[in-house]
């Protein structure tokens, strides 16, 4: 059984930084691409940053130059790295790790943590 767990939020002030970090745990043969998505109250979830296992990587516009995504695959563990937080920042941040295969299986599915509250305070 696959899962994700993510650590790292809380509350910070604007201008600060926080580092978000997300394990994916079970029995794991590769993982196409892991992400972070956000949710705030009220609105959608919407992608914040992704990268593939080529290590590219995709950020949403309101979050560049401030947020940086990595992974590390001999752990299965994705990081988001966040600076110069905004009030804007605030809600729910959730993992996804895309098209991850079980080990003997020949398909694939997306799996999703939890979910770790940031909030800013201005």
């Known amino acids: 059984q696959v899962e994700l767990v993510e650590s790292g939020g809380g509350l910070e002030q604007s201008g600060g930084s926080l580092r978000l970090s997300c394990a994916a745990s079970g029995s794991i043969a590769s993982i196409s691409a892991m992400g972070w998505y956000r949710q705030a109250p009220g609105k959608e979830r919407e992608l914040v940053a992704a990268?593939?296992?080529?290590?590219?990587?995709n950020y949403a516009d309101s979050i560049k130059g401030r947020f940086t995504i990595s992974r590390d695959d001999a752990t299965n563990t994705v990081y988001l790295q966040m600076n110069n937080l905004k009030p804007e920042d605030t809600g729910v941040y959730y993992c996804?790790?895309?098209?991850?295969?079980?080990?003997?299986?020949?398909?694939?599915?997306?799996?999703w943590g939890q979910g770790t509250q940031v909030t800013v305070s201005s």
């Open positions: 996804k790790a895309e098209k991850l295969r079980i080990p003997g299986t020949l398909g694939w599915r997306d799996y």
């Open positions: 990268i593939t296992f080529l290590r590219k990587t």
